[in-house]
């Protein structure tokens, strides 16, 4: 996982500079943002992972009647508007500071600690591993964004799809908590072609847990890996998946997992 962040990271660092003045001013699927508000919120995201994380810095709590998600939303869009300030050189040289550091302190943390929860993991401590991968696909997924604004391809190496794909899919034990089904009950997604593979889980009591098996599940999801990740983040929503999706056994479970949202709503 490292070695896709550092991956990812060169490639951005590599795309913003060719960016031209329009090119920042353009329109993203993280709307309401534009190209320069998700280059600035990934540059606040550097910033507060290093004062919380490394220096022990954090000064921002939730509201008494604030949800945790309406907490982050408003963080977010509180630096986003402070950012409108800042110049895409500026933010190009910050990111040029941050990148580095941030970079650093993945490879110094030991990542089978266990940390805060990655909320749309589950409510409870998560293996610090997944807090970096976490952090990784949102780079990744907001890179995309950048990339499709701006007409330019997409970063899609099989190998870093692949991670991308396995970090989402830990959402799906928490997607499927509320489907109670008989024990031997099965779900499996398959991801066809490059950057694909195979994730299956089976129900134990009131749990979903990860499994290897590779015979009949009680239901199965053929999805495409482009579909996938933006289903997990909602850039589309489940209906239009489950239309491009193959769905076979039984449909009630297979509308159930394509509930999955691996981002913070």
């Not at 909602?234 to 999706?245: F, G, L, Q």
């Amino acid at each position: 996982m490292r070695d896709h962040f550092a991956q990812d990271r060169a490639a951005l660092g590599a795309l913003l500079p060719q960016l031209t003045l329009h090119d920042w001013q353009r329109s993203t699927a993280a709307s309401p943002w534009l190209v320069r508000d998700v280059v600035a919120h990934l540059l606040g995201d550097d910033l507060s992972r290093l004062a919380r994380m490394r220096d022990a810095h954090a000064v921002d709590v939730p509201a008494a009647d604030e949800t945790f998600e309406a907490f982050i939303h408003r963080l977010n869009d509180e630096w986003v508007r402070a950012a409108a300030r800042v110049s895409p050189q500026l933010l190009i040289d910050m990111l040029a500071v941050t990148t580095p550091q941030v970079l650093n302190l993945w490879r110094t943390t030991d990542l089978d600690s266990t940390g805060a929860p990655v909320s749309w993991a589950g409510p409870g401590p998560a293996p610090v591993w997944l807090d970096c991968a976490r952090d990784f696909t949102e780079y990744w997924v907001h890179q995309q964004q950048i990339r499709e604004a701006t007409g330019r391809a997409g970063a899609a190496e099989p190998k870093v799809v692949n991670a991308v794909l396995d970090t989402f899919l830990r959402a799906m034990p928490y997607t499927l908590a509320g489907q109670n089904r008989p024990g031997d009950s099965t779900l499996t997604v398959v991801v066809d072609g490059p950057g694909g593979g195979r994730w299956s889980w089976r129900c134990a009591g009131r749990r979903w847990l990860p499994v290897d098996h590779h015979g009949t599940s009680t239901a199965t999801v053929v999805v495409d890996a482009d579909v996938l990740w933006r289903l997990c983040v909602r850039m589309i929503e489940p209906d239009d998946a489950e239309r491009r999706a193959r769905v076979r056994g039984e449909h009630e479970l297979a509308t159930a997992a394509l509930q999955i949202v691996s981002i913070i709503r």
